[in-house]
């Protein structure tokens, strides 16, 4: 029986808690700031409820075959706090977050072998603290090696598909394709629905573009058809489905804005891209960031 231990139940990472402690064969252990006394998923397969071990203070658990990182990106350094004692040198951490540089964040932390990027595609929100709403399919992707392929082994009992990929930095440029564009969903304060404005996807469509060209310099595969696949994507969503970005931005809480559209401006830079419509959201996001609440 594997020991699993996740940092960061929010809506990611409630989700994979929940249904990795359906699988009997696992066991459990969920890292959070505040207590939690159960998790519910409200999946499209019915409702399940889950009573995890929970910690709040690191240093009270030996070390575990494997730790997940669910927290947001910016969130990184908190989450490398519970590192001592719950990882040696026989644990292996996966990364579930957003980004194209998960090994890089934790280069701080831990050495490389250690690190799996998690690539996860599943549209969840967290609607309190303790309950999670998933309102489609959920899947992962992983780069194809020995660690990949136990980690997708851990989800074979569950309802997320875990799968391995030999173009892991394609997959990731892929999802940063569609996050970048959410920065008009923060920005307006407008759901998926707003896609459906031309407008407004005009806007997402140039975001996407510019991903796409910092993307190929970075040695990602990534068809120019991509900008409209993404708009589509976003009108075949619910109409009122919040991406990440704009569920933090209405809590009040930090926003990922380095890790979706700064990174763009950022390689972009290095690369001699010019990127103006990520540098606006990025400018603009900044500048609501900043205003007094």
Known sequence: ????????????GGLVASWLCQDTDNDVTVCARTPIHRLIL?????????QPKVLTEPGQLPAAD??????????????AAWFPGLVDHK??????????????????????????????????ERTNAETIRQRGP???????SDMGTAFTELFENTRIE???DPDFLTVAWRKLCINAAGAINAITLEPARIAHNPHAASLMRNIVRETIAVGRAEGANLDDRLADEVISAYRAMP??????????RLAGRSMEIALRNGVIVR?????????PFNEMAVGLLESIKQVPG
């Not at 409200?42 to 889950?50: D, K």
């Not at 644990?91 to 050495?111: E, K, M």
């Not at 390689?267 to 990127?275: E, N, S, W």
């Open 239 to 248: 109409g009122d489905s919040l991406n990440s970005l704009h569920a933090d």
């Open 91 to 124: 644990t292996r951490v996966a990364i579930i977050q957003n980004g194209v540089d998960h090994v890089d964040r934790f280069s701080a932390w831990l050495p490389a072998e250690q690190i799996l990027p998690v690539m996860i595609d599943c549209p969840t």
């Open 66 to 79: 494997w730790v997940l990182v669910a927290t947001k990106a910016y969130d990184s350094e908190t989450a």
């Open 267 to 275: 390689l972009g830079r290095k690369h001699g891209i010019a990127t």
């Open 162 to 164: 875990a799968i391995t």
């Open 138 to 144: 959920a899947s992962m992707v992983v780069p194809v």
């Open 42 to 50: 409200e999946s499209p397969y019915g409702t399940i409820e889950v």
């Open 1 to 12: 029986m594997p020991t699993i231990t996740l940092i960061g139940p929010g809506a990611i």
